[in-house]
């Protein structure tokens, strides 16, 4: 799978983002909205292989999100099947927020980051003061369907349904 948009490479990740991926996810500001936590070499290592390994079983994954002028990692996006359906999500390391890359990939990933052959709906769950994020949900016109719990934070709900059929590469 790989993609383009004006600014960024979206593509599988390969073994050797495991590095820039630690550096992304050992930065505490990144999964603040989303467990607080940090993640150390081997859970990045973990998330990178498991990411490559979901992609090879269901043809859909989180995706290695580059920026075009450098080939560098800057962050992901993508799908996971989780225990409510699949979860739509993404996160950047901060030199890159705010600059209309979350839109971007977001909006490239929705139109080409997967193959049905029928409508399906992804899930996007977000902290309720996670403003950037709930900002691209609703430009992505994403449904907003109620209240969650998300690692124990109060989160917002939106469903949105990918209508897309077809993806050559
Ligand atoms: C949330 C995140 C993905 C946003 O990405 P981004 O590239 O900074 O967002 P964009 O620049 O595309 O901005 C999208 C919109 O949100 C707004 N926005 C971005 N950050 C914002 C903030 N902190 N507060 C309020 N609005 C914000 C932008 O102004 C823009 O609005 P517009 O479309 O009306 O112009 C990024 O901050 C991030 O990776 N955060 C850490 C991980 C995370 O929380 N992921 C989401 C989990 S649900």
């Known amino acids: 799978m790989k993609i ?3 600014r960024l490479i979206i593509e599988n990740f390969s073994k050797n983002d495991v590095a820039s991926w630690a550096e992304i996810e050992r930065n505490r500001r990144v999964r603040r909205y989303i ?3 940090t993640l150390s ?10 990411n490559i390994d979901e992609f090879n079983k269901k043809g859909f994954s989180r995706y290695a999100v580059r920026y075009k002028r450098n080939g560098r990692l800057i962050g992901m996006c993508g ?3 989780e225990a409510y359906g699949i979860d739509f999500g993404y996160r950047y390391t901060p030199a890159f927020w705010g600059k209309g890359i979350g839109f971007e ?11 049905r052959s029928k409508p399906i709906t992804v899930y996007g769950i977000v902290a309720v003061n996670n403003f950037g994020s709930i900002r691209i949900l609703e ?15 109060k989160a917002l709900k939106y469903s949105f ?3 897309n059929i077809a993806r050559e590469s």
Not at 105 to 115: F, I, N, Q, R, S
Not at 145 to 150: E, L, P, S, V, Y
């Open 161 to 163: 349904v990918i209508k």
């Open 105 to 115: 990939a977001a909006k490239k990933v929705l139109e080409l980051g997967m193959t």
């Open 139 to 153: 430009r992505l016109d994403f449904r907003y369907i109620g209240q969650t719990i998300m690692h124990g934070l």
């Open 79 to 81: 799908f996971l099947e």
């Open 4 to 6: 383009e948009s004006d």
């Open 35 to 37: 467990d607080g936590k």
């Open 41 to 50: 070499y081997d859970q990045a290592k973990a998330y990178v292989y498991r």
